[in-house]
């Protein structure tokens, strides 16, 4: 792989149609030699991991991934690579490994850890997707050749801004298949979807997807509503029936059809509830 592939100005990326960042969007424009807030955003909460590939390719530094534990599940939030001196580089820059760590933990109130990975083994062990497993160039395999320079060159402006150009590798590492020409950078790539990613990798992404359960949980409220006003419904229309009748199975069809109706009142309550604590769950991340 060339890894002297570079963008120079601005490149406006799209991710895949149902995909957005931390923050939600789904349109960004990227500046050459510039960590803003875009940046940020696509790097360090959508794509981190995919970055952490690209300065692993760059340098040779071993990626280290930030573990969030609920019970016995843990979720990959955030991978960086670390350092000759021991420290965590990613898009935001060089921090120690304890302060990335402490950061996610009280961010998300759960239990945080990190560990050493190799790269070739991230599909797998940091996302989800398995099928470039044993690739160490598996970052950069589903990007267009504008893409891939764009990571190049992020990677490359991590290194010599915050480390020094020397930890470079040269340009010319192991060959790569389909090794893709300079972009143009006038076009505008649809950028991957983060597929298969374990890929809550910011605090703000975190906050799109509590957002997104409040959003279907307040749909699933509606629709309880509206099944228990028709279980309501059904259940007064046995009841005219009830009176003039005692037959047992239309008294047991009543009864079914009250606690039917109770259970659906219930469901739609706890929902309520649960809306409402994911909300404040988001507002104290």
């Known amino acids: 792989m060339d890894t002297s592939l570079d963008f120079w100005g601005s490149i406006d990326i799209t991710l895949e149609e149902g995909t957005t960042t931390g923050y939600g969007y789904s349109r960004l424009t990227l500046t050459a030699e510039t960590v803003d807030w875009q940046a940020e955003e696509y790097f360090g909460r959508y794509h981190c991991h995919w970055l952490a590939g690209a300065i692993h390719t760059l340098t040779g530094w071993q990626p280290i991934t930030f573990d969030a534990f609920n019970g016995p599940r843990s979720m990959a939030v955030h991978s960086g690579v670390l350092t000759p001196d021991g420290q965590v580089l990613d898009i935001f820059g060089v921090r120690p490994v304890e302060d990335v760590e402490a950061f996610y933990q009280q961010a998300l109130e759960l239990p945080t850890r990190h560990r050493r990975v190799a790269c070739v083994d991230m599909p797998g062990d940091v996302i989800t997707d398995r099928g470039c497993r044993g690739d160490r160039?598996?970052?950069?395999?589903?990007?267009?050749?504008?893409?891939?320079?764009?990571?190049?060159?992020?990677?490359?402006?991590?290194?010599?801004?915050?480390?020094?150009?020397?930890?470079l590798l040269p340009t010319e590492v192991e060959p790569a298949p389909a090794a893709p020409a300079a972009p143009d950078p006038r076009t505008s790539p649809?950028?991957?979807?983060?597929?298969?990613?374990?890929?809550?990798?910011?605090?703000?992404?975190?906050?799109?997807?509590?957002?997104?359960?409040?959003?279907?949980?307040?749909?699933?409220?509606?629709?309880?509503?509206?099944?228990?006003?028709?279980?309501?419904?059904?259940?007064?229309?046995?009841?005219?029936?009830?009176?003039?009748?005692?037959?047992?199975?239309?008294?047991?069809?009543?009864?079914q059809y009250g606690a039917t109706g109770d259970a659906v009142h219930t469901?739609?309550?706890?929902?309520?509830?649960?809306?409402?604590?994911?909300?404040t769950y988001a507002a104290q991340l």
């Open 190 to 255: 649809s950028f991957p979807a983060s597929s298969g990613g374990s890929s809550m990798s910011g605090i703000d992404e975190i906050r799109g997807v509590l957002s997104r359960a409040v959003e279907m949980t307040e749909q699933a409220q509606h629709a309880l509503a509206e099944a228990a006003r028709a279980v309501d419904g059904a259940r007064q229309a046995v009841a005219q029936v009830a009176q003039n009748s005692s037959r047992d199975e239309v008294q047991q069809v009543l009864a």
């Open 137 to 167: 160039f598996w970052w950069a395999r589903k990007l267009p050749p504008a893409g891939l320079a764009t990571y190049l060159h992020f990677a490359r402006h991590l290194v010599c801004t915050h480390i020094g150009e020397q930890h």
């Open 267 to 279: 469901a739609g309550g706890q929902l309520a509830v649960s809306a409402d604590q994911i909300r």
